[in-house]
């Protein structure tokens, strides 16, 4: 292998080629591309081609280049959670708030019940969670990363199936942004609050307040003139991309800065930008590259660090079960029983709690964080990353089954 910017090069042929080869068979067997991905970007770590392969794997992948694709999967995320952020619509809020709300606070109060029975078991088995880790740092991470949902991939899913102004889709894409929402602060808090500096804690939390503040009223107000920039010019100019990247930058390092993650950042910003034809047409350029080049970067980076055959080892694979058993009841069922009592049929109720339980690549980047930060260890994370494609893996078959049925389909409009 070639050093440098050379092996990068060559790492990204392969991750790009075992990802479209593995998104198109996801595609074969009902899933989205999204999940192949995921699944490739394990299959390229020591789960199997580290099994199979172990000089190979570790030449392609040495740890003095994984700097590299580290750095394109920050990137990567950090760019497509602004595209998350630029399709972000807050106006979906006022047409079902009642039973949105509701579900959502079904699919965040649950879920931190289970963390609490599951907190003090996990740690307990000792090897999981950081020395330091208190009880309730503990369950605030499991109620953030069981409590998340797969927003953007349900965006998708709601679209694709014609959805995207019936009830359903109004419902399920309000609940979810309000969950995410929830869970990205209860995580920022948890980041904030790790590490038993109290300095830093005031310094992320105070920081994380003004620069809301200043991104939603200054920023979101002065931003509207890149729509007008845009409409007088009728492209995207260099100057005017100049800007956007210069925002983006500095949103992105800001976040990291003041100690939360760039991820923040990037999304806050996308929230913030003009609704119009300058975010159809940075939607339309940058999820290309984004969704193609970038993010199976990330999948990659997570999977290098995923090993599910030490689930084969000791109790590990009761833990993983009884995880996945945990988080979709705490999603799945609660939600279903929250859109029940707001006077939802039971085919819409079903759809949601189905919908709900996908948590896909919003889990793996909180996974990521957390374990960049110290706060999970590697079996861990790998167990997490397991109910994660567990969990996502069974929305969409579940829900093409559902829809084929006319008399369900009836009573989701």
């Known amino acids: 292998m070639p050093a440098g910017v050379s092996a990068f090069f060559i790492q990204l042929l392969v991750i790009l080629a075992v990802a479209r080869i593995v998104g198109w068979l996801a595609i074969q067997i009902g899933q989205p591309r999204v999940v192949g991905e995921m699944i490739a970007g394990i299959l390229l770590g020591p789960t199997l081609f580290g099994a199979l392969a172990p000089e190979l794997q570790q030449q392609l992948f040495s740890a003095d280049q994984r700097p590299f694709l580290s750095f394109g999967a920050q990137v990567g995320i950090g760019l497509y959670m602004f595209l998350v952020g630029l399709e972000f619509d807050t106006s979906m809020f006022k047409s079902r708030a009642r039973s949105a709300v509701a579900i959502s606070a079904s699919g965040i109060v649950v879920p931190f019940v289970m ?133 983006w930058v500095v949103s992105v390092s800001t976040t990291e800065w003041i100690g939360l993650h760039a991820v923040f950042g990037g999304f806050l910003l996308g929230v913030v930008m003009p609704r119009g034809l300058l975010a159809e047409h940075l939607i339309k350029r940058l999820q290309p590259l984004v969704l193609i080049g970038l993010v199976p970067l990330f999948f990659t980076v997570s999977g290098l660090k995923t090993d599910l055959s030490v689930l084969a080892q000791g109790t590990l694979w009761q833990i993983a079960l009884a995880v996945i058993t945990a988080s979709i009841f705490a999603k799945a069922v609660a939600c279903y029983l929250a859109a029940r009592f707001c006077g939802e049929n039971h085919p819409m109720a079903l759809a949601v709690g189905i919908l709900m339980n996908a948590r896909g690549m919003m889990e793996l980047i909180l996974l990521n964080i957390a374990l960049q930060n110290g706060v999970i260890k590697a079996d861990l994370f790998s167990v997490l990353v397991l109910m994660t494609i567990v969990t996502t893996m069974m929305a969409t078959p579940l829900f093409n089954y559902l829809q084929r049925r006319t008399s369900f389909r009836s009573q989701l409009d």
């Open 115 to 247: 963390a609490c029975l599951l907190a003090s078991w996990l740690l307990s088995y000792g090897g999981l969670f950081a020395d330091n880790l208190s009880w309730a740092e503990a369950t605030l991470f499991l109620g953030a990363s069981i409590s998340i949902t797969a927003f953007p991939m349900l965006a998708r899913v709601i679209q694709e199936q014609g959805l995207a102004n019936s009830k359903l889709g109004t419902l399920v894409l309000a609940a979810g942004a309000i969950d995410d929402v929830a869970a990205w602060c209860l995580m920022a808090l948890l980041l904030a609050s790790f590490g038993g500096d109290g300095s830093l804690f005031y310094k992320a939390v105070i920081g994380a307040v003004v620069f809301a503040f200043i991104m939603l009223k200054w920023v979101r107000q002065h931003a509207a003139q890149l729509e007008s920039w845009y409409q007088r010019e009728q492209r995207i100019s260099p100057r005017l991309f100049l800007v956007i990247l210069v925002l």
